[in-house]
């Protein structure tokens, strides 16, 4: 397993910066938020990929992947009735598809839920058809597109393993899979994070984990204990990317980037 850090915590740092920061807390990558490159950081042009690629290759670092898809431009949904609204989430989805590629990075999470609303049966059909695009061109790059569970009541369209699970089967690509959120499974699935990650990893159908407290911030900056996770993941031969993904930062950014590492890292030690 490789650690990453969802770069928004540190964002308010210059880029190189948040590289050297991450590699220097041992970090093996960045899980980029294009929202942090700028409004149109999506289809940022070929000398704005290659400064990030330097800058990670510099540092020793990876880009893992990317996350929060369509937190910019502002009014993006994959739900909207409106066709042209539709067709530019889509056109954003799929060239955060190629940025990854183009960066190096090995997935990407949809999670937005803001611009994942469903009212109805339309609604959830259009997402489909997104997610349905979004994975052919995730195919052709050779990158997984993970449909992300996240917890009711900020999101109220795929909220469990098993829902995302059966779009997927559905959707029948094999770059479309899901991933484990924590915060979102610990609050969701039936049964123990832990016990979730054994259920659904031999399935194949897990392709990424970030681990946050159901305080929203970092794993051991809460009551969740993550011991167990870290030992299900090495249970069921789990080898991919591990990103912190934490949603309050406190002291700051890069104080919890620090005690996030330290404790997940002295995790995989206990358990290697």
Same mark, same amino acid.
């Given at each position: 397993?490789?650690?990453?850090?969802?770069?928004?915590?540190?964002?308010?740092?210059?880029?190189?910066?948040?590289?050297?920061?991450?590699?220097?807390?041992?970090?093996?990558?960045?899980?980029?938020?294009?929202?942090?490159?700028?409004?149109?950081?999506?289809?940022?042009?070929?000398? %704005?990929?290659? @400064?990030? =690629? &330097? #800058?990670?290759?510099?540092?020793?670092?990876?880009?893992?992947?990317?996350? *929060? !898809? $369509? +937190?910019?431009?502002?009014?993006?949904?994959?739900?909207?009735?409106?066709?042209?609204?539709?067709?530019?989430?889509?056109?954003?989805?799929?060239?955060?598809?190629?940025?990854?590629?183009?960066?190096?990075?090995?997935?990407?999470?949809? %999670?937005?839920? @803001?611009? =994942? &609303? #469903?009212?109805?049966?339309?609604?959830?059909?259009?997402?489909?058809?997104? *997610? !349905? $695009? +979004?994975?052919?061109?995730?195919?052709?790059?050779?990158?997984?597109?993970?449909?992300?569970?996240?917890?009711?009541?900020?999101?109220?369209?795929?909220?469990?393993?098993?829902?995302?699970?059966?779009?997927?089967?559905?959707?029948?690509?094999?770059?479309?899979?899901?991933?484990?959120?924590?915060?979102?499974?610990?609050?969701?699935?039936?049964?123990?994070?832990?016990?979730?990650?054994?259920?659904?990893?031999?399935?194949?159908?897990?392709?990424?984990?970030?681990?946050?407290?159901?305080?929203?911030?970092?794993?051991?900056?809460?009551?969740?204990?993550?011991?167990?996770?870290?030992?299900?993941?090495?249970?069921?031969?789990?080898?991919?990317?591990?990103?912190?993904?934490?949603?309050?930062?406190?002291?700051?950014?890069?104080?919890?980037?620090?005690?996030?590492?330290?404790?997940?890292?002295?995790?995989?030690?206990?358990?290697?």
């Amino acid at each position: 397993m490789k650690l990453s850090l969802c770069n928004e915590v540190i964002r308010d740092l210059p880029f190189e910066r948040q590289c050297a920061l991450a590699a220097g807390l041992g970090y093996h990558g960045l899980e980029l938020a294009p929202f942090t490159l700028g409004d149109g950081g999506w289809r940022m042009p070929a000398a %704005g990929r290659t @400064a990030i =690629r &330097r #800058a990670c290759r510099d540092a020793g670092l990876e880009v893992s992947g990317l996350h *929060w !898809l $369509l +937190a910019a431009p502002a009014g993006l949904s994959i739900t909207s009735a409106d066709r042209a609204v539709w067709r530019r989430s889509v056109d954003v989805l799929c060239a955060s598809v190629d940025l990854c590629a183009e960066l190096g990075g090995t997935y990407l999470v949809h %999670g937005s839920p @803001a611009q =994942r &609303r #469903a009212s109805d049966a339309d609604d959830r059909s259009r997402a489909e058809e997104a *997610w !349905l $695009l +979004a994975g052919e061109r995730a195919a052709t790059a050779r990158v997984a597109y993970c449909i992300e569970p996240l917890a009711a009541p900020d999101c109220n369209f795929v909220n469990t393993l098993d829902e995302a699970a059966e779009i997927v089967r559905r959707l029948g690509n094999p770059a479309l899979r899901t991933m484990v959120d924590t915060l979102a499974a610990s609050l969701m699935e039936p049964e123990p994070v832990a016990d979730a990650i054994r259920r659904w990893m031999p399935t194949g159908l897990v392709a990424h984990v970030q681990l946050n407290d159901r305080n929203r911030r970092g794993p051991g900056q809460g009551d969740d204990r993550f011991a167990p996770v870290v030992r299900a993941l090495r249970e069921t031969g789990y080898g991919g990317w591990v990103a912190m993904e934490p949603f309050v930062y406190e002291p700051d950014g890069a104080t919890c980037a620090a005690r996030m590492i330290g404790y997940v890292a002295g995790l995989l030690e206990q358990h290697a």
